[in-house]
C-alpha cells in the first residue's frame, strides 16, 4: 500500500487505464497529494496527465485501481456528486446564459436560495474582478476575461478540490503569465486543493508546489519545481524540462557520489552517478546551460576539462547564448549572465569547459 | 494667424479622390464592372426564377382577384346596371334588359356568353344553364324592332325576374373582385356586403384548420423522432455515425410515390402491421386498426417522409455543440437530466427551430400523400387547390385558396422571426 499519510487528500492507488483493451494508456499511477497543495501534471500529449484528471473528475472510468478523495473511493461516484470544481481548456462557459447565472448554475443545481445564491455569485466574481460583467454573454467577453469566469464558476460552489484542463493555453504570452500568477494567489489564499494539466513546463515550474512529470502513462519524477529542474531522475526529465545538454558515453570509473564518464570521442568528464548501475554501463550526462563554466580560475583542482569550439555567439540582453562544438555535436549551448566581466566569446575561438561534477548528471541512456 | 487656420481646417463637402472627383462616385466606378460580372454570373439562375416562378406566382395571384369577364362581355348592361338599387325588390328597368339583349347577341356571337355563364355559375348556381339557354334564343333576335326586351326575356326563363341573378351581375361587375377570397374563407358578397355562407356549404375553414393542426401534428413527431436520431449522429463514432447518416438519406433516394406506397401496404387493414398485431394477439381479427386513408395514416406518412428535413439541421448544430459544456454542467453538480435540459437543450433550440420551419412550411403545401393515403378525413387544402385547378376549373378560387396559403406561411414565418429571432436559425 501507498504511504497515505494524514494530509493525503487525492490518493491514485494503482490506478491503470486503457481505453482498447490493448495498450494502457495509463501504467500503475501512484500518487497522493496533499490537502492544499498545487500539484501539476506535466507532460506532453498522449502522456495520459488528461487522463488521470478525466479519472478524477470521473469523465473516465479506471480499469484498475483505487482514486480516492478524502480517504473515500470514488471510483463509483458520479462526477456531479464528487463535487469537484473544474476549469475547462475552452473554458466552457454556457452559451445561453449570462456570466451571473453560469455562476448561478452551480447553486442552483444544489438548490441554494436566491439572497444566497446572489451573495455568492458576486462575491466570486468580486474575487476574479469581474464584478460589473454579471450581465454579459460569454460570447461578449475576450479570452482572459472567459478565463476568469471559468474559475469563478469553479470556485463558487467552494469545492475543496479544483481541477484545471490546461486552462491558459488559449491566451497570449503577458496575459497567461498574469493568469498563472492569478491563479496561484486564488488556489493559495482559498487554501484549495489544485490538481493542474499543462505541457508548458513555465506554467508548471512557476506555479506549483509539486509537479508529477508524466510520460508514457508513468510518473517520471515527483518533486518541487527547483528539485525537478536541478535533479532531474532522468533523461527525459532533463530533457523536459527547462534547456539541457545531452552527451553520451560510458560509466569508467564509479563511486559513491562521483563518476568519471568517457564520452564517445574519448573525452572524460566528472559526474554526479544518478541514474547508473555499474562501471560500463551507457549512459546520457545533463549539463544545464548556465552551470557550464569556461574560465580557468572557476574549475576545481584536478577537474577533467572538454575542448571546445565557438559556433556561433547569441546576444540576448540580460544572457549570453553560445553555441559550442563539444564531443563531436554542434548544439552544446553555454548561457552566461551580462555581467561586466563577461567576455564575448567569437565564432571560431576554442576554449576548454568544465563544470561542477553535482551539477553534471549521468543519467539513464 | 488666419491663415494657417484656414489651411489647417478639416475639407467640407465631399471627399475627393486624387483626380478630384466625389470619392463616392469614383468608388462606384469601380466597382460597377464587378457588380456588373457577378450579375452576368447569376443571370442565367435569375431569369429562371423569374420566369418559371415569380411570373407564374403573380399570375395566380392576380387571378385570385381579377374578374374582368363581366364587364368584357356585357359592358353595355354594366353600365346600365350601376343605377339600379340592388337593396330593392324590383328587377332593373327596359333600359337593362334592352342593354342585356345586345350584349348577349354580341356574345353569342363569338360564344363568350357560356363562359361568362359558367364564371357566375359559381357564385349562383343555375346561372350557367340560363345564359346558354338565353344565348339561343337571343341570337334570333332583331335589336331593333323586337322590343320590349324585359317581357322576353322573362318568356325565355322567369330567373330572369329573380333579383339574386341581377344582384349577382352587380356585384361582380367590377374588374377586381374580392369574391374568391371570400368564398376561399367560406363567406360570400351577399347584399349588404360579406355575410358567411350557410353552415351547410362551408369546408374551406374546416380545411384550413385541419391543415395546420395536422402540419403541427407532423412536426411535432418529427421532432420526437429525430432529436433521438440527430444525437446519436452527432454523437456516435465516425463510422457508426457516417452509416447511421446513410440510412437517415436512404429516403431521399427513394421516390416519394414508393414510399407512400409502401406506407399503404404496411398501414392498411389486411396490411403488414394488422397481419402481425393480429398474429401476436394484440387485435382480434374482426378489429383490425383503420391506420390508412385517415389523417393517422397521412401524419405517418409524412412523419416518415419529412423527417429527414428536420434531423439534418438538428445534426449540424448538435454537432457543433462541444461536449465539454455537458462534462462542465456535470462538473458543477448537475445530474444528467439537469444538465442534459438546461445546458444541452437550450443550444440545440436554433437546430429544432430550423427543423420545425422547414417541416411545417412544407407538411402545409404537401399534396401527394395526403391525396394517396388522406382518403377523405386526412386531406389537406392542397388537394382541394388541385380539385380546383384541374377539375372544376375555377381557378380564381384556387389561386385565392393558394394566396392564404402563401399568407398564413408569412405569417408564421413573420411571428418566427419576431419571438426566436430567424438569426438563430442554422441549417448546416
Redesign the interface.
Known sequence: MLDQGSDAFVVFDKVQKSYDGQTLVVKDLNLSIGKGEFLTMLGPSGSGKTTCLMML???ETATHGDILLDGQGINNI?????????V???Y?L???MTVAENLA??LE??KLGKSDREAKVKRALDMVQMGDFASRRPAQLSGGQQQRIALA??LV?EPELV?MDEPLGALDKQLREHMQFEITRLAHNLGITTVYVTHDQTEALTMSDRVAVFNDGRIQQLDPPDTLYEEPKNSFVAQFIGENNSLEGTVKELNSDTALVQLDDGGLIDCKPVNVKQVGDRTKVSIRPERVEYRSERFQEGAHLLKAEVLEFIYMGDVFRTRLRVAGRDDFIMKCRNAPDQIRLKPGETVNIGWMPEDCRALDA | MSDTTTDDSPQTGPVLAADGTPLHRSLARALRRQKLRALMLIAPLLIFIIVTFILPVADMLYRSVENGIVSETLPRTVVALADWDASGDTPPDEAVFAALAADIQIAAEEKTHTKLGSRLNYENPGMSSLFRKSGRQVKRWDLETDGPFMEKFLDIDEDWGDIDVWRTIQTYSPATTSGYYLAAVDMQLGADGPEMRPENERIYLKLFGRTLMMSLAITLSCIALGYPVAWLLANLPMRTSNLLMILVLLPFWTSLLVRTSAWKILLQQQGVINDILVWIGLVSDDARLVMINNQLGTIIAMTHILLPFMILPMYSVMQSI?P??L??????????W??FW??YF??TVPGIGAGSILVFILAIGYYITPALVGGTTGTFISNRIAFHISTSLNWGLAAALGGILLAVVLVFYWAYDKFVGIDNVKLG
Open positions: 473528475a470521473g469523465f458520479p462526477p456531479h456528486k464528487r463535487g469537484i470544481g473544474m475547462f481548456q475552452n466552457a454556457f452559451p445561453h448554475f452551480p443545481v444544489r464558476r469553479a460552489f481541477l | 462541444n465539454s459544456y462534462r462542465a454542467a456535470k462538473s458543477l453538480g448537475a445530474t444528467d439537469t444538465a438546461r445546458v437550450p443550444q
